[in-house]
Antibody
Framework: QVQLQESGPGLVKPSETLSLTCTVS?????????WGWIRQPPGKGLEWIGN???????YYNPSLQSRLTISVDTSNNQFSLRLSSVTAADTAVYFC??????????????WGQGTMVTVSS | EIVMTQSPATLSVSPGERATLSCRAS??????LAWYQQKPGQAPRLLIS???TRATGIPARFSGSGSGTEFTLTISSLQSEDFAVYYC????????FGGGTQVEIK
């Protein structure tokens, strides 16, 4: 079955860059679908960060776009998130998820377990 | 940005009873709406997409309805495993989520 797993540092200093990778198993990213990142601050709701297609086309949350880069590595069946100039407001659980097969904007049907990232000096 | 508003924030229901959750969009989103269930420490689980289509493996007691700006998730007879937080998400434009409804045991 399709599984997603997030990985990356759990602690990032303010003003530095947060970097996470999502490894997909049981399905080839090159086979299609849009792949996304969603985050959830402690005790709060969900916020969509952005999506990527296997071709490299990206779609970003306008509020994060200036600090955000999402990339794909089809050879390793992974996609990655880089968020620069982080502050305490970026502290959250970060989830990767599979989006739609046709549209860049769709429901997310398979999710990773999530990884907690804390921004603190 | 399309703002999604869920009500109520908390719903107290007895096991076996019916639960009705509401989600309103700030502008029309057709049926581009999904519902998720989230339990503590877990990732959200997709329940419904296209406003009314159950995802694979989702029990028939979960049903969704609505179009345009008003949507409803109904759980016909609450089971113990259904007590959780429920989120709606629109994908008519870049995705946004509602603030969630906590379904708790009465």
């Amino acid at each position: 079955q399709v599984q997603l797993q997030e990985s990356g540092p759990g602690l990032v200093k303010p003003s530095e860059t947060l970097s996470l990778t999502c490894t997909v198993s049981g399905f080839s990213i090159s086979g299609g679908y849009y792949w996304g990142w969603i985050r959830q601050p402690p005790g709060k709701g969900l916020e969509w960060i952005g999506n990527i297609y296997h071709s490299g086309s990206t779609y970003y949350n306008p509020s994060l776009q200036s600090r955000l880069t999402i990339s794909v590595d089809t050879s390793n069946n992974q996609f990655s998130l880089r968020l620069s100039s982080v502050t305490a407001a970026d502290t959250a659980v970060y989830f990767c998820a599979r989006g739609g097969a046709i549209s860049p904007y769709d429901a997310f049907d398979i999710w990773g377990q999530g990884t907690m990232v804390t921004v603190s000096s | 940005e399309i703002v999604m508003t869920q009500s109520p924030a908390t719903l107290s229901v007895s096991p076996g009873e019916r639960a009705t959750l509401s989600c309103r969009a700030s502008q029309s989103i057709s049926t581009n709406l999904a519902w998720y269930q989230q339990k503590p420490g877990q990732a959200p689980r997709l329940l419904i997409s296209g406003a009314s289509t159950r995802a694979t493996g989702i029990p028939a007691r979960f049903s969704g309805s609505g179009s345009g700006t008003e949507f409803t998730l109904t759980i016909s007879s609450l089971q113990s495993e259904d007590f959780a937080v429920y989120y709606c998400q629109q994908y008519n434009n870049w995705p946004t989520f509602g603030g969630g409804t906590q379904v708790e045991i009465k």
